[in-house]
């Protein structure tokens, strides 16, 4: 019996560990994303997300940065989802909207994930734009980080819509926990140790 509750005080102990280590790293991560420190790069990716809120955050925060002169292009990425058309299509709408410039939108419209929205992203542009700023929440940044860098993206800032005031709140203890998960779920594809 004092075995066992030895081993669980350990894996409390490990697993709190991991939830501080995730969230200080998370912190300075979020809190290096300033628009002001960013520096011009080849493109501006924009992540899909499956709510119209959260798309509309992330389609304002990329218009903002093309607008300030960061990339020549943005690339929307996300799949149909939740919406009749793909979220891609989705926040090229609400940015044609917003906006009466030429904007230079490229479109993937195939992915319904965040590995699959780096993978073919970097896939449509054939490599060629290997430094980007990609766009998301704030919960998400981290371990998008990890998947564009194990995508081969070799220039990586990131932009976060809780920068720019327009983020959505009304979950960020479901989010953040959600996202923990998955990115513990990732390390091994991060680390090479299994294919993705």
Not at 10 to 32: G, P, Q, T
């Amino acid at each position: 019996m004092k075995r066992k509750l030895k081993i669980l005080i350990y894996i409390i102990i490990i697993v709190s560990f991991l939830v501080i280590a995730f969230y200080e790293s998370s912190v300075f991560v979020f809190n290096h994303s300033n628009i002001d420190n960013l520096k011009k790069a080849d493109a501006i990716i924009v992540l899909g997300s499956g709510y119209a809120s959260s798309a509309k955050n992330r389609a304002t925060a990329g218009l903002a940065l093309y607008q300030k002169g960061l990339a020549p292009i943005i690339v929307l990425s996300g799949g149909k989802t939740n919406y009749p058309v793909s979220e891609a299509k989705f926040m090229a709408d609400y940015i044609k909207s917003k906006s009466n410039e030429k904007i230079n939108l490229l479109l993937e419209e195939n992915s319904t994930s965040t590995y699959q929205n780096f993978q073919n992203v970097f896939n449509q542009i054939n490599g060629s734009k290997k430094s980007i700023i990609f766009v998301s929440d704030n919960f998400h940044i981290f371990r998008s980080f990890l998947i564009a860098k194990s995508i081969g993206f070799s220039q990586i800032q990131w932009y976060s819509t809780e920068n720019n005031g327009t983020a959505d709140r009304t979950k960020p203890f479901l989010d953040n926990f959600n996202e923990f998960l998955k990115t513990i779920n990732f390390l091994p594809v991060f680390l090479h140790l299994k294919n993705a």
